[in-house]
Structures are given as structure tokens and as C-alpha cells.
């Protein structure tokens, strides 16, 4: 069931990075590559990393609903209501890709894999943070949770509008409130 499921995952990954740009719409192109994404998370998660399948499916979420706010608020058609072409340059882009794929399919075939050497670690995500981070994984984590606390506080301090500053939330003297 694993290998159907991935397989499953590694066609819809392959499917919705076409088509980015294939849709004639930034708004459907976004939504494309944020499912690509959640694919290859669903891979990672499939191959027992689930700190890193979790992170890139929450980070892409993040990043394409960011993306897709500034699209609304820039792009002249973001809804896709005039068509438009998302590749531009299509002969070099076509020559690069092609040329890509081929080195990287020749690398496969004919770069000598190593031998495998001893069995997978029984918690691949720690052992993956502790060969990036060592000794200092402890530190990374209370730094992350900082920079996040961070990230908020400079949202809500940003915002210049406050609770009452909407007509309907604001109290009245039948409340309790000030008038």
C-alpha cells in the first residue's frame, strides 16, 4: 500500500509541477505548485522524515498563501480572466530543461553508487538534526521559537488598527462601555 500511495505521490508531485506552466492563470499556477509541494511532503513523510515532511508541507502553505496575497495585490490578472502565456523565452527555456535532465538522467546512470553500509538509524529526523546542528540543536530550537515569537509580535505591533477600531466592536454605553 506504501509503494502505491507513493507512486501515487511521485506522479501527482511530477503532474502539478506541468502544470505551473501549463494554467494560463497566476492564481492557478500558485495552487499548482503548492500542490506539487504537498506531494513531495506526503513523499517525506511516506520515508519516516516527518519533521522535514511537515515542515515543507506547512512552510509551502505559508509561502503560497503569501505569494497568492501579493499576486491579488499587484498582478493585473490574477484571477486568469485574460489568458496569458507563464513561459517566457520558450525555445531556451525548453534547451536548458532538456539539456538539465539529460546530465542529471546520465548522472544516475552513470555515477557508481556506494554500497550501503550499516542499517538506518532508528530516528532519522534526530539523526538528521544532530548531523546538522551537533551540539548546538538545543540552541537552534530556542532561537526558532524566538524568531517566531518575533514574526508575531511585529504583525500585531505593525497593524495600526486596534479591537475597536471596527464600528461593530466597539462598546457602547448599553454595554457598559465609554460612548
Given at each position: ?9 511521485a506522479?501527482?508531485?511530477?503532474g502539478?509541477?506541468?502544470a ?8 492557478r499556477a ?11 511532503g506526503g ?7 516527518d519533521y ?5 508541507v506547512l512552510m509551502?502553505?505559508?509561502e503560497m498563501?503569501?505569494?497568492?496575497v ?36 546520465a548522472?544516475?546512470?552513470l555515477?557508481?553508487?556506494p ?19 551537533e ?6 530550537m ?6 517566531l515569537?518575533?514574526m508575531i ?15 461593530s ?9 465609554a460612548?
Amino acid at each position: 500500500m506504501q509503494t502505491i500511495v507513493s507512486w501515487i505521490l511521485a506522479v501527482g508531485a511530477v503532474g502539478f509541477g506541468v502544470a505551473v506552466f501549463v494554467v494560463d492563470s497566476m492564481a492557478r499556477a500558485t495552487f499548482a505548485l503548492l500542490a506539487s509541494f504537498l506531494c513531495v511532503g506526503g513523499e517525506l513523510l511516506l520515508l519516516d522524515l516527518d519533521y522535514l515532511g511537515v515542515l515543507i508541507v506547512l512552510m509551502m502553505i505559508m509561502e503560497m498563501l503569501i505569494m497568492a496575497v501579493f499576486m491579488i495585490m499587484y498582478m493585473m490578472n490574477p484571477g486568469g480572466l485574460m489568458p496569458m502565456v507563464m513561459v517566457h523565452n520558450q525555445r531556451g527555456a525548453l534547451a536548458i530543461s532538456i539539456a538539465t535532465f539529460a546530465a542529471m538522467a546520465a548522472g544516475v546512470f552513470l555515477v557508481r553508487w556506494p554500497d550501503r553500509r550499516g542499517m538506518p538509524p532508528p530516528d532519522p529526523t534526530f539523526s538528521l538534526g544532530e548531523a546538522i546542528m551537533e551540539s548546538k540543536m538545543l540552541v537552534m530550537m530556542v532561537i526558532g521559537i524566538a524568531i517566531l515569537a518575533t514574526m508575531i509580535s511585529a504583525v500585531v505591533l505593525a497593524t495600526d488598527r486596534g479591537r475597536y477600531d471596527r464600528p461593530s466592536a466597539a462598546p457602547t454605553e448599553r454595554d457598559g462601555g465609554a460612548p
